[in-house]
């Protein structure tokens, strides 16, 4: 199989453009990696690409969940599997695009520990709990059960404690028992797409804003009447904010703050986690055509 060509980036970064143009200049086609793009009915709050756009290049991974079903880095990582050994039939490079780094790392690395089918299930009932005695009863839970882990994952953490006791409840085995061990399974090239701080945060408050005129509110309400409100879908940034707004937990104005805020802090959350990456960092200001030959001039280096 060719080496897969990866582009990642922080949210509004500007990925789905140079993907467009770069898939037609490679002649291959799109693998989504983003957690949202995946449900069905969830357009607007994704920026998903577009019909026309899915009809220029054909994009894998996008609306292939129903908004009150569960997904996971596990299930992206098997659908994306078979698409590769596609792609290999018909000698495609495989160009993967999204700003959900974990979906990459589980798909290009083999981990110690391995989600599985279940886990989806171990995890709804761990939120389940969590809701019903809350954070600090589920940090006591890990501090019993791997008091390893507990020592370096923050009791405000909520995400990590819970994917600490996931991985006990599915593996039994604790998370600091195998931590960090990973075998490459494919040959890759990732880059990254970045902005100054200042300039990524004020196209994320233009891109909601832009998300609100075609009809955000609209498209939330219509989703939130339909589906159980602990849906997985529903957690997501642009619709979770709108929910406590629906809810009357707070009014339009500052559900619009929200979701800007919360955009930038995933945002920031993103590049973190990018620079622990084994990737190519490149300027997005630069235009299209250029990052193009940066791309390729990289990724057909021996």
């Not at 609306?63 to 590769?84: C, H, M, Q, T």
Request: positive net charge; glycine residues 6%; charged residues 25%.
């Amino acid at each position: 199989m060719k080496p897969i060509l990866g582009i990642l980036g922080p949210t509004a970064v500007g990925k789905s453009r140079l993907a467009l143009e770069l898939a037609q200049k490679l002649n291959t086609e799109i693998i989504s990696a983003d957690s949202m793009q995946i449900y069905k009915g969830f357009d607007i709050g994704t920026a998903k690409p577009t019909k026309e756009e899915q009809s220029i290049v054909k994009h894998h991974l996008i609306d292939i969940v129903n908004p009150n079903e569960s997904f996971s880095s596990y299930l992206f990582k098997k659908e994306a599997e078979k698409i590769l050994q596609d792609f290999d039939k018909r000698n495609l490079i495989p160009l993967i695009v999204g700003g959900t780094g974990f979906f990459f790392k589980n798909l290009l690395y083999q981990f110690d520990f391995e989600e599985g089918l279940d886990t989806c299930k171990v995890r709804e009932n761990l939120i389940q709990l969590k809701d019903k005695k809350g954070n600090d009863y589920m940090f006591s839970l890990l501090h019993d059960i791997d008091p390893q882990s507990a020592e370096i994952i923050h009791p405000n953490d909520i995400k990590k404690v819970l994917r600490a006791l996931e991985i006990y409840y599915t593996t039994g085995r604790t998370k600091s028992s195998g931590q960090n061990k990973q075998k490459p399974r494919y040959s890759y090239k990732l880059f990254v797409l970045n902005r100054s701080r200042e300039d990524l945060y004020n196209r994320i408050n233009m891109r909601v804003d832009k998300m609100l005129e075609k009809g955000l509110v609209d498209e939330v309400y219509s989703i939130y009447k339909t589906i159980p409100p602990n849906s997985q879908s529903l957690q997501g940034i642009g619709y979770k904010e709108l929910i406590a707004y629906f809810n009357g937990e707070c009014d339009l104005s500052q559900s619009i703050e929200l979701i800007k805020q919360h955009s930038r802090n995933y945002a920031k959350r993103q590049i973190t986690f990018y620079k622990k990456m084994d990737a190519f960092w490149l300027d997005a200001t630069l235009s299209t055509n250029e990052l193009i030959r940066q791309i390729l001039e990289i990724y057909n280096q021996k």
